[in-house]
């Protein structure tokens, strides 16, 4: 068995989160955009709306077959690197690539069906290798990480350095976008993502298990098991919830800032620090994208240091009320009279920052006690299949989201009538409370063992 990974191997492995987020925010930003653009945007159509709702709805329902496959795949695997690393090294650069294909599409010339073909079998492919190689990557978490403390350490630097991924993601592509245009911003996101990832694997490669025998069990069986896993089924639906919310507030913050903050205007002018900037709606999208990031870089060691006193579900579950009562604020941006709807927009936007903060942060670890838990149950562990069973709820309701912020629109999306895009506040808080309520039967604490489970186990669990 390998050694307890050193603090700085942990900071090498979570920068894999840098380049991961950097990716996954980006769709989450700008894909809507290009293929569906608000009505007011000097932009064609290349999809519609609903039309890319549903491709995406049914490559979610993909996506259920193939998470659970390839998490048991990799449970069962047995190399000279691990049952993880092969896995990651393989499919990283294909997960590259064909992000960088979904922001070349062929352009509304040739035709909405070539471009739903296109969309359709490039998204496809690229959600596939990053489960190939995500999902094993994060399955080294409980591996490599068997104390509470290095659990927390590495999802706190995770979360950090994710938010720089984030802060590339949803600032800065935005300025790229407006100066070169989406193939550049994508060319240059997959090669930071690729080099990201890469340095991950390399950081933990020395302390990947491979002494860990492969799981006995057969995928339906397996999958079974971890359903019947009570502080599993408590944990995933909430965060899955609270992750759809968070993905189309920002996925709608380009309509934000088209429609409610430019309103008829094409650009806006920002004095800072003596200098002027003439912002686009790629611009004001990164700005209102930095002030949700700042505050949760901010928050963070507070977010850490409450998680050791009071353990990370506790906080876990108030970050989630929290947005519960902070998103639907959003709905009040450039409302405010006589004040600049860009600052008032910031001053909104940052408490929802706080709240993401709290939740984002330990997914991952509460996920780590959860399989241990499954290990004291069933004698096996199966990181990946776990990991892969979540991804598929989440990417399945996630596929959702593009629906749900097309149903919203239809009440309005254009600067003289934008109140569809004023309630997905409200509808994300919807999300959030939802996630807050049913997280309540979770009871694991930090340190699994026999002895906490047997002390903490509600009677008759």
């Known amino acids: 068995m390998t050694s307890e990974i050193p603090v700085l191997n942990r900071i090498v492995y979570a920068s894999a989160s840098l380049g991961g ?40 329902i993909e996506d259920a077959i193939d ?12 190399t000279r690197w691990g049952r993880r690393l092969p896995f990651i090294v393989i499919s990283t ?54 104390s509470a403390e290095s659990r927390v350490s590495i999802v706190v630097w995770q979360v950090f350095l994710g938010s720089l991924g984030a802060v590339f ?3 800065v592509t935005g300025f790229i976008k407006d100066a070169w245009g989406f193939q550049v911003m994508a060319a240059i996101v997959a090669v930071l993502a690729l080099v990201s990832r890469y340095v991950g694997v390399w950081g933990v490669w020395p302390y990947a298990r491979v002494d860990v025998e492969p799981v006995r069990f057969g995928i339906v069986e397996s999958v079974r098991q971890s359903l019947r896993n009570d502080q599993f089924v408590a944990f995933l639906p909430t965060f899955v919830f609270f992750n759809t919310a968070v993905t189309m507030l920002l996925t709608a913050l380009p309509f934000f800032a088209e429609s409610v903050i430019l309103g008829e205007r094409d650009s806006m002018e920002l ?28 928050a963070l060691p507070a977010v850490y240091r409450l998680a050791v006193l009071r353990g990370k579900a506790a906080v876990y579950s108030t970050s989630m009320l929290l947005g519960a009562l902070v998103f639907p604020l959003l709905f009040f941006m450039g409302l405010v009279p006589e004040m600049n709807k ?40 199966r990181e990946a299949l776990y990991y892969g069973v979540q991804n598929t709820v989440e990417k399945t309701v996630g596929s959702l989201t593009t629906g749900i912020l097309a149903l919203l629109l239809l009440a309005g999306e254009t600067a003289d009538n934008p109140l569809g895009i004023r309630l997905v506040g409200p509808a994300a808080a919807v999300l959030a409370l939802m996630g807050y309520l049913l997280f309540r039967g979770y009871w694991l604490s930090d340190a699994v063992t026999e002895e906490t489970v047997r002390d903490r186990a509600p009677t008759g669990g």
């Not at 932009?43 to 549903?54: D, E, K, Q, S, Y």
């Not at 790629?282 to 930095?290: E, H, K, P, T």
């Not at 910031?346 to 499954?374: C, E, K, R, W």
């Open 93 to 146: 650069p294909f997960y590259a690539l064909f992000f960088f294909l979904i922001f070349t599409p062929p352009g509304a010339d040739h035709g909405v069906w070539v471009n739903v073909l296109y969309v359709t079998a490039i998204v496809m492919i690229q959600r596939i290798m990053g489960t190939l190689s995500g999902g094993p990557l994060e399955a080294l978490l409980p591996e490599i990480a068997r």
């Open 342 to 381: 860009l600052a008032q927009s910031l001053l909104f936007i940052a408490p929802a920052g706080v709240a993401i903060t709290g939740v984002f942060a330990f997914p991952n670890a509460l996920m780590a006690d959860i399989i241990d838990y499954d290990a004291l149950r069933t004698g096996e562990r």
């Open 169 to 171: 993601a949803l600032v």
């Open 271 to 298: 004095s800072f620090l003596g200098l002027s900037f003439d912002l686009k709606e790629g611009g004001v999208s990164g700005i209102l994208a930095g002030a949700a990031i700042l505050a949760v870089i901010v």
């Open 21 to 60: 987020n950097l990716l996954s925010r980006t769709i989450t930003l700008w894909f809507v955009f290009l293929y569906a653009p608000p009505a007011d945007a000097d932009m064609p159509t290349i999809v519609p709306r609903f039309t890319l709702g549903a491709i995406l709805l049914a490559i979610g």
């Open 67 to 78: 998470d659970p496959l390839i998490g048991f795949w990799s449970d069962r695997t047995r």
